[in-house]
């Protein structure tokens, strides 16, 4: 089990950028595959970008491709989501999950494989 933090969430006018953070608490953070997932309301979690542990392998979801970058400081323990050019569709409530016992490269993408979640973080874009 990984224990995550998520911060940065806020609210913010379309156009503008927040970047989320994810806290790990486990030392073999290096071999975890992270993800970002969201969640708006009346609507299921979707999956948003994807990292291996590597950190040579990224995986978006379309509607973000071109705004959004997912990174990873393993020396921090971290993940990071940096989001650009927000929309109002944007809005919701951003997790962060890890993975363990993956490749070095591969990118999980379904939310039920997992194992681990933080306790999300709200993002809020005003039109």
């Known amino acids: 089990q990984v224990q995550l933090v998520e911060s940065g969430g806020g609210l913010v006018q379309a156009g503008g950028s927040l970047r989320l953070s994810c806290a790990a608490t486990?030392?073999?953070?290096?071999?975890?595959?992270m993800g970002w997932f969201r969640q708006a309301p009346g609507k299921e979690r979707e999956f948003v970008a994807g990292?291996?542990?590597?950190?040579?392998?990224?995986y978006y979801t379309d509607s973000v491709k071109g705004r959004f970058t997912i990174s990873r400081d393993n020396a921090k323990n971290t993940a990071y989501l940096q989001m650009n050019s927000l929309k109002p569709e944007d809005t919701a409530v951003y997790y962060c999950?890890?993975?363990?016992?993956?490749?070095?490269?591969?990118?999980?993408?379904?939310?039920?494989?997992?194992?681990?979640w933080g306790q999300g973080t709200q993002v809020t874009v005003s039109s």
């Open positions: 999950a890890a993975r363990t016992g993956v490749s070095s490269d591969y990118v999980p993408t379904s939310a039920p494989t997992f194992g681990s």
């Open positions: 486990r030392r073999s953070f290096g071999t975890i595959a």
């Open positions: 990292i291996s542990w590597s950190g040579g392998v990224t």
